[in-house]
């Protein structure tokens, strides 16, 4: 079954959100300059915004250097000198942007943001990079309004 | 089947076999690569990093114990994320805890004191209420986000974890965000309108 291009953009995109990378490669053949859709900027934007959103409830662990210690304990294997690994406040790294992505989810989202920007070519296979910079740069006027 | 996947099923099962021998850098290995994806899926799906860890801690001890009868039709990550979603779905019923109060459980997690300071301020606040509305969801549509998100897994790979297709994936993931999207939109607008009251109090 053949969809129309614009039905697997819009599915993609209801699916895995903006980042594009995450779109499954077999389902992009054929998208080049479907970007270009001012309807499709603003859902990429929305999109975006819930992207963003969402990464302000990654789950954290409480201890994982404790839970690996714990499971080689129980295998009854030696803890090798582990270098630590420093977790990552969820909250240190997300209070700064809280307000404006909270907001973004409601009023579109258009703050900020490079993903489309660092998005190799070569993952987003027929998508054009200037089809995509419409994307951005749209973003970014509506941000200095 | 890709190449890709193929090599990886075809790595798995060596590592399982490595296991299966008592090797004990191949039990290491295990324990680095799933320990900590595996209690985060746990953790999104159960909205407790505590248990998160117990759960990811008894599905990699079950895979430990079963290593001899390993068949290298799949690959580990799928097994373990399988297992633990199956164990986070029995825990979650059998507490019926989120569908009664998943705000109070929030609480609860903060009295424990397992919320740092930090998570008093308005970003926590938000994650919190991210976090809420992730726990409405149902649990499939809770668990094919919290791998598409957090896990940055594609279709395939959550469909393999789901016991699904991909296609009904994305149909999943297209619900959760919809879903999501709604539910975050009430709560905004209803914090806008306190904010106003608030504000025509002062004024």
């Known amino acids: ?145 | 089947m890709d190449d890709t996947r193929a090599s990886k099923i075809a790595a798995d099962g060596a590592l399982m076999r490595r296991l299966a021998a008592g090797e004990e850098a191949a039990a290491r290995e295990l324990v680095a690569r799933f320990a900590r994806p595996v209690a985060r899926f746990a953790a999104g799906i159960l909205n407790d990093a505590a248990e998160g860890e117990d759960i990811a801690h008894e599905a990699i001890m079950r895979l430990w114990r079963a290593a001899a009868d390993w068949r290298p039709e799949g690959m580990i990550s799928a097994w373990l994320r399988r297992s633990a979603y199956t164990m986070s779905i029995d825990r979650l019923r059998k507490s019926a805890r989120f569908a009664d109060d998943p705000e109070g459980l929030a609480m609860e997690n903060a009295e424990d004191g397992r919320v740092g300071p930090e998570e008093e301020a308005y970003g926590g606040e938000v994650g919190e209420a991210v976090r809420a509305a992730l726990a409405r969801l149902p649990e499939r549509q809770r668990a094919a986000l919290v791998l598409a998100q957090f896990d940055g897994l594609s279709g395939i790979e959550i469909a393999e974890a789901l016991d699904s297709t991909p296609e009904a994936v994305e149909s999943l993931l297209a619900r959760a965000r919809r879903a999501l999207r709604q539910d975050l939109a009430a709560a905004y607008e209803d914090a806008r309108g306190e904010a106003r009251a608030l504000g025509s109090k002062a004024g």
């Open chain 1, 1 to 145: 079954m053949n969809a129309e291009p614009e039905i697997v953009r819009d599915r993609m995109l209801a699916a895995y959100g903006a980042d594009i990378r995450r779109w499954p490669a077999g389902r992009l053949a054929g998208l080049a300059g479907l970007a270009a859709s001012a309807d499709f900027r603003r859902r990429w934007r929305d999109a975006r915004a819930l992207d963003r959103t969402l990464a302000l409830a990654a789950p954290s662990l409480a201890d994982g250097a404790r839970l690996e210690r714990r499971l080689l304990a129980a295998m009854g294997v030696a803890s090798a000198a582990s270098a630590r690994v420093g977790r990552i406040s969820f909250a240190a790294a997300s209070t700064l942007a809280a307000a404006s992505l909270f907001a973004g989810v409601v009023v579109g989202g258009i703050y900020g943001g490079d993903t489309l920007d660092r998005v190799a070519p070569q993952t987003y296979a027929g998508l054009t990079e200037s089809a995509w910079e419409g994307v951005v740069a749209d973003a970014e006027i509506e941000e200095t309004l």
